[in-house]
């Protein structure tokens, strides 16, 4: 059996849900899970800080990942730095929709994924059919950036997981995530792409944590599949 990681939690304080790094450890336990990528909640001002804390502590379960406001021009590339080269992250986060830009706005966020390719890392983005980020946003990024692997949160849920199928397909670095996305669509985009372009992660905390894992069991037809969408593609990924 692969390792099992979840790729997308939310770890830290923040105002109605937070999360520890104690809290998320222990609903992996309880559900058979080995590893976690971590990133903060965006809201208002956040910190990468306490990621770093949380991996700190956990070096075996947690893996850090940062996320930066690409409308802080001065700060989010270094920010980014930071974290990789002196923390030992694996990836970044973005949030368009939170943060109020357009996925495939050049000019403003053309530098984080020039320095995600520099750092080789992937980025995850927020891609629930919202204005800001639209799968055809993440085309164009995906294409503009073919070394970077960009993983769609959500994966188009509710109103453009078609198009989010679609547009994965002709692009090799373009990923679909699963949180809170339904099984039977999940199952689908698995059938269409193949089990490679699709990886699971739960959003932790704002699910069901066992079962936003145990839908995935209908995902795919077989265990090879199953075990490259709920671990195996994310573990190549990041290398690890
Ligand atoms: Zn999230």
Known sequence: MATIIDAHNHAGPRYGAGQTGDELVAKLDQTGVEKAVIFPFVEG?????????????YPDRLIPFCAVNPWDVDQAVPELRRCVEQFGFKGVKLHPTIHGYHLADHGLVDPIFQAARELQIPVICHGASDLFNTPLEF?????TFPEVPLLMAHMGFFWSVEQAIEVSKSLPNLYLETSRAPIFEIAKAVKELGPEKVIWGTDSPFVDYEWEFKKMVRAADSQEGYELIVGGNIARILGI
């Open 139 to 143: 085309a164009e990024m995906a294409r």
């Open 45 to 57: 001002s956040f910190s990468n800080d306490v990621i770093h804390e949380y991996a700190v502590q």
